[in-house]
Structure formats: C-alpha cells, structure tokens
C-alpha cells in the first residue's frame, strides 16, 4: 500500500481511554503505518483485531490496576503472535515491567516522540518478519529434503503370515526405506503387478502358499526375475537351509531376525 511516496508496510492498531493523545499518535504515525483507532473496551478490540488483523497493537496505559492487567494477559494469551507496544507514564511502565515483564514486547515512557515510537516499532516488526522468513525458509528447505529423500527411498516388499513380523520389520527399516508389507504370495503378486521393488524380504514358511511357491511365481515373469529377493526362515536345520539355498535367493535370514544383520544383509543385496 502506498501513501504520497512512503510504501506502508504495516497495519498497526491505536488503543486506550484517552482519545485526544490515540488520536494524536493516530495522525502523528499514519503516514508510516496502515492506522486503525480502538477504544479502551476490549469487545471493540478484540473485534478490530479479528477484522483488521494488525500487524502491531499499541496500546495507552494509564493505571496498572489488576482487572487492566488481565485483560492485557488474556490478549496476550488469545493473539500470542501479536505484538504488544505500551505506552504510560513512566511509573506506570515501571510497575507494569514489574508485575507483569514479559506483557509487552516494548515499553514506551512518556514523555516519546512519535519518530521513536515509529523507528522503534518498524526495527522491531523488521526483525520479527526476517526471522519468520527465516523460519519458513527453513521449514520449506528441510520439507523439500524430506521429499527428496522419500523420493529416494528404496522400496523394500515384506511378504509374511505373521504381522508382528511385518510390524517389527516395517518398524525397523521404516527410516531408511519405503516399505510394503503383505501377508500372502496371493497380495504380492497383485503389488507386484504395478510396482517393482528394490528388494523383496519373502517368508520361507507360509501355511497358504510356501515362500518357494512365490519364488518360482516371480521368476516367472521377466519383469521381476531380477528382483533380488532375501528369505526369512525360522528352520536352522541344515538340509533345509539347503532347500532355500537350492533357490538361488539374493540371500536368507533367520528368524528371530538380526536387526544388524537385517541392515547390513538388505544395504549389501541393493548396492550390487
């Protein structure tokens, strides 16, 4: 908003009883800030704020009687990211610091100049509004390198009929990968039917159809043949481990599974 050549770069709203000094800092300050005038009942304040949505309060105060204070402590607690800016005698400002220090952002003493009040207020909203650019600039940069890393991100497929193993492993690798988790060959080859992970974890000892069974089905089509897929099994006998190995799997663990062992076994599979 322009005013002659000035550029307005904020909406600041004038409060207090005494109407002659609000509106002399009213017409003392207008041509810096966007200006708004409210009495001293705190229904009409709170409704200008809602409508004019200041960037900055400033508010005459004239006693540091308890009933004032509370309901500067309530607009404080209601409209905690608007600023604050008292003006009183300097007694008053004194008592106020005192009882209450952290009210406002600044205290303005009387007898002020309308030029202090100005620089002092401008410095002030200048600072707060390249900290909050700050702020967001942060905010967005650390959410672009979130995208960028689930974008990233492996997809690891778990297949399993136990989901307190498809919990743990989700839980566990969730941080480093993007991982599905099904309970059957059946929800598998659905998945796999339009997405093609980096590396499949496949139980060996499935009742419905065994983690064999579900190999061979992947190594049926050529689109997924070259998946690597790792074995989880819960049988250490010696010719079944033969029976896994006979597959040719990318690898095999065995259950209960070793987190280490897990990490390092699925960060080796897909970095060859």
Request: hydrophobic share 40%; charged share 30%.
């Amino acid at each position: 908003m322009y005013k002659g050549a000035i550029i307005i770069k904020y909406k600041v709203l004038i409060g207090g009883a005494n109407r002659i000094i609000v509106d002399n800092l009213f017409s003392q300050v207008s041509s810096t800030f966007e200006c708004m005038t409210t009495s001293e009942n705190w229904d009409d304040i709170l409704c200008h704020i809602k409508y004019f949505k200041p960037d900055a309060f400033v508010y005459l105060i004239e006693s540091t009687f308890r009933d004032e204070l509370i309901k500067l402590r309530t607009l404080r607690n209601n409209n905690e990211y608007l600023p604050l800016f008292l003006i009183g005698e300097e007694d008053v400002c004194d008592e106020i610091k005192r009882l209450a220090p952290d009210i406002a952002e600044l205290f303005f003493k009387r007898p002020v100049s309308s030029m202090t009040i100005k620089e002092n207020i401008t410095d002030f909203l200048d600072k707060q509004k390249e900290a909050a650019k700050i702020m967001e600039d942060m905010k967005k940069a650390a959410q672009e390198q979130l995208q960028l890393n689930q974008k990233d991100r492996c997809n690891v497929l778990v297949i399993d009929d136990d989901r307190g193993v498809l919990k743990m492993l989700k839980e566990v690798l969730n941080t480093d990968y993007e991982v599905t988790t099904v309970t059957s060959g059946k929800w598998a080859m659905k998945y796999l039917e339009t997405k093609k992970p980096a590396l499949i974890l496949l139980d060996y000892e499935m009742p419905e159809e065994s983690g064999a069974e579900v190999f061979k089905k992947i190594l049926e089509h050529d689109e997924l043949k070259e998946i690597p897929v790792v074995f989880l099994t819960g049988v250490a006998d010696k010719n079944r481990i033969r029976e896994v190995l006979a597959l040719s799997p990318a690898g095999y663990l065995l259950k209960p599974i070793n987190v280490n062992r897990l990490k390092d076994t699925i960060e080796d599979v897909i970095d060859k």
